[in-house]
């Protein structure tokens, strides 16, 4: 354990900040496993925004990489895209 004053505080913090990632990560998962359960191209395009901004605060707050990002984004459209 740290034994120092700012050394605990940043273990405080970090444990925050792991949280608070932990929690977007796992609400824009959740929003993409639903996005590409639905059958229906109107209402999917609907949501394809929200979850698109969603994937973009992840990369712009370092959760993950600005490349993997745009993965996710390009295979969501692809996957929308081919729904009759």
Same mark, same amino acid.
């Given at each position: 354990? !740290?034994?120092?004053?700012?050394?605990? &505080?940043?273990?405080?913090?970090?444990? $925050?900040?792991?949280? *608070? =990632?932990?929690?977007?990560?796992?609400?824009?998962?959740?929003?993409?496993?639903?996005?590409?359960?639905?059958?229906?191209?109107? !209402?999917?395009?609907?949501?394809?925004? &929200?979850?698109?901004?969603?994937?973009? $605060?992840?990369?712009? *707050? =370092?959760?993950?990489?600005?490349?993997?990002?745009?993965?996710?984004?390009?295979?969501?459209?692809?996957?929308?895209?081919?729904? !009759?």
């Amino acid at each position: 354990m !740290a034994n120092h004053k700012a050394t605990k &505080k940043d273990v405080r913090q970090s444990e $925050k900040r792991r949280e *608070r =990632n932990r929690y977007y990560g796992k609400t824009t998962r959740n929003a993409i496993r639903t996005l590409l359960a639905a059958t229906d191209k109107a !209402a999917a395009k609907e949501d394809l925004t &929200k979850v698109i901004s969603m994937i973009d $605060k992840l990369a712009k *707050r =370092n959760i993950i990489h600005k490349n993997k990002a745009s993965n996710i984004k390009s295979g969501i459209v692809k996957r929308i895209n081919a729904i !009759a």
